[in-house]
Each structure stands twice: as C-alpha cells, then as structure tokens.
C-alpha cells in the first residue's frame, strides 16, 4: 500500500527554523515530482515547493528565499527546510506528486507563534 508520512512539525517562535521529512513508498517516490503543500485551518492545500527525481527544485514565491526543498532517493525520503518562520507560515504541511495522485497522509502541523 502506498503511503505518505510526514513528520518534523513543531510549535516554533517567529525567526526560527524546521525542517520536515516525508517518506514515500519507493514505487512511488522513485519515479514522481514530489512536493509539499500546505493547508492553514479554513484555507484550500496550496502548493509550496516540488522537486523533480534529479534534484531540481521550484519554490512558490510565497516561500522563495526561506524554504528548500530536498530529497534523499536512496532513502525515499523528501525534505523541506523552513528558516525565518513567519505567523502566516501556520499551517498543516503535506507531502504528495505533483499531480496529488497518492493518498493523502496525516500531515504534520507547523505552528508559529511566539
């Protein structure tokens, strides 16, 4: 069964800094785009980085500057490192393809707030 598992969310003070981790069956991981999103309470699950299976990456402007996204195929685990945190970064993280073809996982919740 195909799985996505997000994890690395934490309460954080505005400045500071997270990195996430999500780990994909290696059918899926091996072959796709894959890319975080994020989804704050009430809002629709936007797009916030994705990266192709060699290594390069998009960052949506909203991010650009302080997030990066990386991956790791040997371990069929997908980063993303989250510096200069900002209240509106709130939100609940998600990992999936670029084409959000997989089953949703639970997520991992980043919270800024001092």
């Known amino acids: 069964q195909v799985q996505l598992v997000e994890s690395g969310g934490d309460l954080v003070q505005p400045g500071g800094s997270l990195r996430l981790s999500c780990t994909a069956s290696?059918?899926?991981?091996?072959?796709?785009?894959m890319a975080w999103y994020r989804q704050a309470p009430g809002k629709q699950r936007d797009l916030v980085a994705h990266i192709t299976t060699t290594g390069v990456s998009t960052i949506q402007n909203s991010v650009k500057g302080r997030f990066t996204i990386s991956r790791d195929n040997a371990k069929n685990t997908l980063y993303l490192q989250m510096n200069s945190l900002k209240p509106e970064d709130t939100a609940r993280y998600y990992c999936?393809?670029?084409?959000?073809?997989?089953?949703w996982g639970q997520g991992t919740q980043v919270t800024v707030s001092s």
């Open positions: 290696r059918s899926i991981f091996s072959v796709n785009v």
């Open positions: 999936n393809t670029i084409l959000r073809n997989v089953p």
